[in-house]
């Protein structure tokens, strides 16, 4: 772990009150009385019971949502400020990734922005193939040069000893590629902006692998009568804007009492969108000889990188 001296002083772009005033529909000046008090050591009932003159009168679970959203931002700020000097970047490297994490406010924002300056671990498929040296490939291609990959004058001599025939070494730089565009930030923000206007739906089903005649009989009754208690929840489907807290805990406690198996299912919509700004900004841009390859790198990116990332913050926000 990072100590705080080896923190770099990052402003983010907005105000704590002012994030939580607009969030929780609270005032700026109520929200910081609230955010003051809490820092004082005071707990929620205490606020809500004894300083009804200083919050005017606010619920409970109006305060307590002011102290979960005031520990999250604070945790971006945290992350925000030991980001940058883990990565070690440095020039306008440095300032673009400053300026975009000034702009987070949730610790998977701050993961996006950092998500292309992580290298690939060297057991993927995209790692293995910039160990054998196609990084390079991988950028003149994006930048629009046209590589012949049957010509050994375009391709490294390391990669050619790692790979067996010219069209390995193509399948190699696509799956470069594919990890490029499913790193970018442009790309995840389209995505998760789509999710929010089309939002995704949380679907349950009860799990079929279970073998109730490996069951002594003290499992099979706790098991049956956990059927009848997430009775609901066998066969469930619902849009997350619309799923209430108490449903994502029902969800939770029978998907880890293996009763039900639970997957994240996107609007077609949302895959459209965002295989349209991976269209315009990399496929449009590359060399006629290459769009079949950029096509398969960006169905790559989508299928195993990018739905993957947004079903697991959609689980992660629906948990809050």
Not at 42 to 51: A, E, K, L, M
Not at 86 to 93: A, R
Not at 135 to 151: E, M, Q, V
């Amino acid at each position: 772990m990072a100590n705080d001296s080896d923190c770099q002083i990052i402003s983010v772009e907005w105000g704590l009150n002012e994030e939580i005033s607009s969030n929780l529909n609270v005032a700026p000046s109520i929200a910081q009385r609230v955010i003051d008090l809490l820092d004082q050591g005071n707990t929620v009932p205490f606020i809500s019971r004894y300083r009804k003159e200083v919050t005017q009168g606010l619920q409970p679970e109006v305060i307590h949502a002011i102290k979960n959203r005031t520990d999250q931002l604070r945790a971006v700020i945290r992350k925000v400020q030991i980001s940058i000097s883990k990565l070690q970047l440095s020039g306008s490297k440095e300032t673009q990734v400053k300026t975009e994490l000034a702009k987070c406010k949730t610790v998977q924002e701050v993961d996006m922005v950092l998500e292309p300056y992580k290298p690939a671990a060297p057991k993927t498929l995209s790692g293995r193939a910039i160990e054998a040296g196609l990084d390079p490939i991988a950028t003149a291609i994006l930048l629009g040069t046209s590589i012949n990959f049957a010509n050994s004058c375009d391709i490294p001599q390391s990669a050619r000893e790692v790979y067996e025939s010219p069209h390995n070494v193509e399948d190699a730089v696509m799956h470069i590629i594919s990890q490029r565009i499913s790193k970018d930030i442009n790309v995840n923000r389209a995505a998760e902006a789509a999710c929010d206007l089309h939002p995704p739906w949380i679907i349950t089903k009860k799990r079929n692998s279970v073998k109730m005649t490996e069951m002594n009989e003290a499992m099979r009754n706790s098991y049956e009568t956990d059927l009848k208690k997430f009775d609901q929840y066998l066969e469930y489907r619902r849009s997350v804007d619309r799923i209430l807290p108490h449903n994502v805990l029902a969800i939770n406690r029978a998907e880890n009492r293996e009763i039900i198996r639970v997957s994240v299912e996107f609007n077609p919509i949302i895959r459209t969108k965002t295989m349209s700004l991976i269209e315009n900004n990399f496929i449009s841009k590359v060399h006629n000889s290459h769009r079949r390859l950029l096509d398969y790198a960006s169905h790559e990116a989508w299928d195993k990188y990018i739905q993957t990332r947004l079903s697991r913050s959609i689980r992660l926000v629906t948990d809050r």
